[in-house]
């Protein structure tokens, strides 16, 4: 783009910012709970936009004209608080290959640049120190007599800080932030160093002569280029012997990963550069000082580097949402799966419980042995052995059910981690107490149906009596005929019909309002993972309003 393109992104109308306001949120929304292929991608892709997003892009074409931001960073040891003290002049950022166990992050500017950078609306998510936290007495003896404080000193301790730094050797328009390491053996120091490169308009990234050919510098290019960031890389601790050749071999790596026209400057090995946290000399940094320099005081090039990045960052989100999108329809996918085998499970169940009805597998056991032995033992010891075999035939499908569950999330890497979360035994002690009630609201309805059945039969007939026959007739399938027969005889045949029409539909109802109780509770693991259809289509959606409206910007 020349420099119309250049005015049109400085001169951002309202559109791009509101579709870039509901495209955040559509991204802060998005889930990926479930340990697929490419989550943890999606999940860093997703934490990098929201960075970006907040920290960077709204801010900057809020505030075109605000001082640029250059993030120092790299790998541990690469000689990134060396550089930044040695451009200032000054220490101001802590030195050295071993770091403390947390590490606040070191930003400086001039002094008449400080309010914009004081302001919490700038990296909203670190909290502001303009020297370093002095230690108490307390820290140092595990805060013995805190007068229970510990919620707040907790609180305290896991808060994110920046510290603020002024020199008025830096020119006015420019900020350097020292990172923490981005390969930091403490992870949220790697997050937090990955979030305050997302934040930066130029990045400068810093690698060693013994280390550039590594992993970690290379995943940081690999990204500055996928973003078209505004970039500077150093070469550091580069021995006077081998300079030529390791120069020259580091500028054919870069030209080969298409990084050819990116500023590379070199700072020879010196014993201020190998971790002692003195400062280097002016000569080793005047290059990058001056092209800093002429960053933030020359108009057309402070146009360009703001250009750059904030075009690059827009331009990369046609790739990148489009991937957070197929991984988040990879989750529902997942979700909708895990759930399927929750209710192929309990089909079956059901399935099974019917069958069993219809066989006369419940009057068997104890319930046979009452029917066999009626009406000596009696109408209601008839109806609690029924019940029993009912409920026992309940809890023994819930149970198979859960089981048959378990071993499909077992078998999906989806589910793996559900499973594991899951408490059988607990979920068939809670489902006990379900069933039972179930099972004694069918036995009222029963004897309310018995009661009815009897007003219009022959004096004296028992409701009781009427109420084992019909639990035996329609909880005995095919075996409970016989007391199908006796009920006819007792209350006349279409009273005993409608009786045991009506409670063979409340038996269904019974089982399969149980049953899909059960299923609920299964499936509100998946359900709570709030992995959704329209998670991904609200991805896209967005990202074409913000297209759209970036596409009118342009023009």
């Known amino acids: 783009m020349g420099h119309s393109a250049t005015v049109a992104i400085l001169d951002v109308r309202p559109e791009l910012l509101d579709a870039l306001s509901a495209l955040r949120g559509c991204v802060a929304d998005a889930r990926f709970p479930l340990p697929l292929p490419g989550t943890e991608r999606a999940r860093r892709t997703r934490q990098e936009l929201l960075a970006q997003l907040d920290d960077y892009l709204v801010p900057r074409l809020k505030a075109p004209e605000a001082p640029l931001l250059a993030v120092v960073g790299g790998s541990t040891g690469a000689g990134k608080s060396t550089l930044v003290n040695s451009l200032i002049g000054r220490r101001v950022s802590d030195a050295g290959v071993l770091r403390p166990t947390t590490r606040t992050p070191v930003l400086v500017c001039h002094p008449q640049d400080r309010a914009w950078f004081a302001d919490p609306r700038v990296l909203p998510g670190l909290a502001r120190a303009w020297a370093p936290r002095p230690r108490t007495a307390a820290d140092a003896d595990g805060a013995e007599g805190a007068d229970g404080n510990d919620e707040e000193r907790e609180a305290e301790e896991t808060r994110l800080w920046l ?78 012997q081998i300079a030529e050749d390791v120069s020259q071999h580091y500028a054919a790596l870069l030209t080969r990963a298409g990084l ?46 703001v250009r750059r990045t904030a075009s690059g960052v827009l331009g990369s989100l ?121 099972v004694d609201t069918w036995g009222f309805t029963v004897n309310r149906l018995a009661h009815k059945a009897v007003r219009g039969s022959a004096e004296g007939a028992d409701p009781q009596h009427a109420a084992a026959l019909i639990a035996v007739a329609v909880l005995g399938g095919r075996k409970g005929t016989v007391a199908g027969e006796r009920l006819a005889s007792l209350v006349g045949a279409h009273a005993a019909l409608r009786a045991g029409d009506r409670a063979r539909e409340e038996l269904d109802r019974l089982v399969g309002d149980v049953l899909d109780a059960e299923r609920e509770l299964r499936v509100l693991p998946v359900e709570a993972l709030d992995v959704t259809a329209g998670q991904q289509a609200a991805l896209i959606a967005e990202l074409s309003v913000v297209q759209k409206s970036y596409g009118l910007q342009e023009r």
Not at 212 to 217: F, N, Q, R, S, T
Not at 228 to 239: E, H, K, Q
Not at 268 to 280: D, K, Q, V
């Open 163 to 240: 510290r603020l730094e002024t020199d008025d050797t830096l020119p006015r328009g420019l900020a350097l932030l020292d990172a923490p390491d981005i390969d930091s053996l403490v992870s949220r120091n790697r997050e937090l160093a990955a979030e305050l490169l997302c934040a930066a308009d130029i990045w400068i990234l810093v690698t060693t002569a013994s280390r550039y050919a590594d992993a970690v510098p290379w995943h940081l290019l690999r990204t500055a280029k996928e973003y078209d960031v505004t970039l500077a890389t150093v070469l550091d601790r580069v021995p006077h």
């Open 260 to 305: 050819g026209d990116v500023p590379r400057f070199t700072v020879p090995e010196l014993p201020e550069s190998a971790g002692s946290g003195g400062l280097l000399p002016h000569t080793a940094v005047a290059a990058l000082g001056s092209w800093l320099a002429h960053c933030a005081e020359d108009p057309a090039a402070r146009h360009q580097a």
């Open 318 to 438: 046609g790739n990148r949402l489009p991937e957070l999108a197929g991984a988040s329809a990879a989750q529902h996918a997942a979700a909708v799966r895990l759930t399927r085998h929750v209710d192929e499970a309990y089909d079956e169940a059901e399935s099974r419980v019917q069958e069993a009805v219809g066989e006369g597998a419940l009057l068997a056991g104890e319930a046979l042995a009452s029917w066999r032995g009626y009406p000596d033992c009696g109408p209601a010891a008839l109806a609690a052995a029924l019940a029993d075999s009912l409920a026992a035939l309940l809890r023994t499908e819930v149970a198979t059910a859960d089981e048959r569950t378990l071993d499909a999330w077992r078998g999906d890497r989806a589910g793996a981690v559900l499973a594991e979360d899951t408490e059988p035994e607990a979920a068939a002690d809670e489902a006990a107490e379900r069933i039972e009630e179930a």
